[in-house]
């Protein structure tokens, strides 16, 4: 296996679906069991949406309890609602914010700087950017959450100046 022969000469990306949360979350605890070495001799994570989700969840050493308890939370609150995603007080993006706020360890931004990537796709334009340097935790959880997982609710805008980027 050639390119597992130097430690860091591998990337692993997880894409983005909300419903893939889960499984990127199985198929990340398959990874610590059977093949740990792809996880722990990973240069970087990336991942768009739920992948970043469970991308920083590698980065920052959380557990696949942790991961299934907070999805499984966003599940509930969806499930408590009369009309599911639909209803006008489902806020994915505030209840993530949340759950990034509560659970992230102080440095996470410094753990996350070049060692994960962050998919954003600016919308109308449909421009993709990758974020790999943040530069406060706050800066970080704002790129986690700033996916638009519900266009109607909240549109999410990226302002690029020079090698600068920030969500709006």
Not at 16 to 24: D, I, K, P, S
Not at 32 to 39: G, V, W
Not at 79 to 89: C, F, K, N, T, V
Request: aromatic share 8%; glycine share 10%; net charge positive.
């Amino acid at each position: 296996m050639g390119f597992l022969d130097e430690e860091g000469s591998w990337n692993l990306s997880f894409s983005g679906a909300g419903f893939l949360g889960l499984y990127h979350v199985g198929a990340t605890q398959c990874l610590r069991q059977r093949a740990p070495r792809l996880l722990q001799g990973a240069r970087r994570f990336y991942g768009s949406s739920s992948g970043a989700l469970n991308a920083i969840s590698i980065v920052c050493g959380k557990s696949v309890d942790f991961c299934c308890t907070q999805l499984l939370g966003m599940v509930r609150q969806v499930e408590r609602l009369s009309l599911g995603i639909l209803h006008p007080a489902y806020t994915p993006i505030e209840h993530i914010k949340r759950q990034l706020q509560d659970s992230l360890p102080p440095d996470a931004h410094v753990l996350a700087s070049q060692r994960l990537g962050v998919s954003l796709t600016r919308w109308p334009d449909g421009r993709n950017f990758m974020i790999t340097d943040f530069a406060t935790r706050d800066e970080l959880i704002q790129h986690l959450a700033s996916f638009p997982a519900h266009p109607r609710k909240e549109e999410v805008g990226i302002k690029t100046e020079g090698s600068k980027t920030e969500v709006l």
